[in-house]
């Protein structure tokens, strides 16, 4: 509960980019730009693995001095030890999303959602043997989440490559494009930040609750779980939108964009109600 807004802030971050590079390739697929397509799955590839090394050595370095600026009370040594498992594991976090909006991008939403469910189970498994059975504590439970996040990255790329020529990809495939790692990271970063905005405010919030005690930080986060499920639907939608505008961008069906956003209005006010 103490590491939620943390976790937010810098896995949102990176899960934000990774949708943007999603969106890219959704553009090509909507275009038939084959060629263009691979080149943007083996970009997504590339810079998955720079933003994640970008991301991990400050967060884990700093993880301790972040949650003491947050007030965390008596259970700071615990907060710290599943927070660095969990920023060392950013790039697991990373390559499943990554994977996932890929294959969004040619219409496979059922793949992603398959192996999250699988990621989900075993997570729970691996919390189990990770506290009970090997006394790992708090880092455990990290463990757990960063193990199960990569077997699922890990399985959705085999799928990914062996079931679609469309983004199977190359060694001509790899090469510096700085127009398009710039037109990709320009998509991502306004994806990130609209989550790292939020995160900011999470963040000034939870500090104010931590000084009330492990207690309080408990309640606040059994409440905010409740609250996620009540409101998972909306971000999904942005993913889900973003991804079908790209496909019709890039077919320049802006007809079709245009009953798509009054489709997912609709269906936000109807998950509100």
Not at 10 to 27: R, W, Y
Not at 82 to 100: D, E, H, L, P, Q
């Amino acid at each position: 509960g103490s590491t939620g807004c943390i976790m937010f802030l810098v896995l949102g971050f990176a899960n934000g980019i990774a949708q943007g590079f999603g969106v890219m390739a959704s553009h090509a697929f909507g275009a038939k730009k084959e060629k263009l397509l691979k080149h943007y799955v083996a970009l997504a590839i590339i810079l998955t693995v720079i933003v994640s090394v970008v991301l991990t050595i400050p967060t884990v370095l700093a993880s301790r001095q972040l949650l003491i600026w947050l007030n965390t009370p008596d259970i700071l040594v615990m907060a710290d030890a599943y927070i660095k498992v969990i920023f060392a594991g950013i790039f697991c976090t990373m390559s499943y999303n990554v994977a996932s909006g890929l294959l969004r991008s040619i219409g496979d939403s059922k793949t992603p959602l398959y192996f999250l469910i699988f990621s989900s189970v075993l997570n729970i498994v691996l919390d189990i043997f990770f506290i009970v059975v090997v006394k790992a504590g708090t880092a455990g439970a990290a463990y757990a989440t960063v193990i199960s996040q990569g077997i699922a990255a890990v399985l959705s790329f085999i799928v990914m490559f062996k079931k679609y020529d469309l983004l199977r990809t190359s060694r001509e495939d790899y090469y510096m494009d700085w127009s398009g790692i710039w037109r990709m990271l320009s998509i991502g970063l306004q994806m990130a930040l609209n989550y790292s905005i939020t995160a900011i405010g999470t963040m000034i919030f939870q500090a104010a609750v931590n000084v009330f005690g492990s207690q309080v930080v408990a309640a606040y986060t059994a409440a905010s779980k409740v609250n996620n499920i009540a409101t998972q639907t909306m971000p999904t939608l942005g993913t889900a939108a973003a991804t079908y505008c790209g496909q019709n961008l890039g077919a320049g069906r802006y007809d079709r964009i245009f009953k798509g956003m009054k489709s997912c209005f609709f269906i936000c006010i109807g998950c509100a109600v």
